[in-house]
């Protein structure tokens, strides 16, 4: 008897109910149309102000840089997801890895901009409602905010490096198909198992001798 082939666990569910694959192609899907707001908003030419912060035109223009990057990279994890090739996968991970780092770095600026109240300035409407509770509203909605981001970056690069170590493993036991069962290897080619024999038809009795002649 040759060797049997054992299989291991399969590999999680994005949002555990649908493939790694298509978890993928969701997660490039929402960040190349983040790529594309950001470098349409981007200006060579005038500041802009983004939760306080003064961007001067050429942090945008390196920032637009980097999210035209993004755009080539998520082209790249789509026809890897579709080809079943993990490099480019593993390269999209390390890019979003980066991406989320430095989002780690932003979070940290809003907690210490809502810790100081710099998201609420001193108006009738803040005077009204008092500033205290104004300041603590929008800060908590920023920070809520950025952590649901974060947390969303964090999954999506769990997700991709999950479908790259899958695909990885696979061509690395791709030869050890040889051994699958033939029944299992006709499913896999797309065609219909093979049925089982029918038992044999149970024998009809026959005479058991001569027939008895007429005496007379």
């Known amino acids: 008897m040759g060797p049997k082939l ?8 994005f949002l555990g109910m649908y493939p790694l694959s298509v978890g993928v192609q969701v997660i490039t899907v929402v960040h ?7 470098i349409s908003l981007t200006s ?24 035209l990057v993004g755009i080539a990279l998520t082209a790249s994890a789509v026809m ?11 390269v999209y991970f390390f890019y979003l890895l980066a991406a989320t780092m430095s989002w780690c770095y932003v979070l940290s600026l809003i907690f210490h901009m809502g810790a100081t109240c710099s998201f609420v300035s001193r ?10 509770f104004s300041c603590l509203l929008v800060s908590a909605a920023w920070e809520l905010g950025g952590l649901t981001i974060l ?42 198992p093979a049925p089982s024999p ?18 007379d």
């Not at 964090?154 to 198909?177: G, N």
């Open 151 to 192: 947390l969303g970056a964090l999954y999506s690069c769990w997700t991709v490096w999950h479908l790259a170590e899958d695909m990885a493993l696979r061509e690395e036991t791709e030869h050890l198909l040889q051994f699958e069962d033939p029944a299992i290897k006709r499913i896999r080619a797309g065609y219909a």
């Open 6 to 13: 054992g299989y291991g666990e399969h590999p999680p569910l």
């Open 32 to 38: 190349a149309l983040v790529c594309v707001g950001v």
């Open 123 to 132: 108006n009738h409407a803040s005077q009204r409602i008092g500033l205290s």
């Open 80 to 90: 890897a997801a579709n080809w079943r090739q993990p490099q480019p996968l593993k």
């Open 44 to 67: 060579s030419v005038v500041d802009a102000e983004v939760l306080g912060f003064h961007l001067r035109p050429h942090a945008q223009v390196a920032l637009a840089a980097w999210h």
């Open 198 to 215: 029918a038992p044999p038809a149970p024998a009809s009795p026959g005479p058991s001798g001569p027939a008895p002649e007429d005496c």
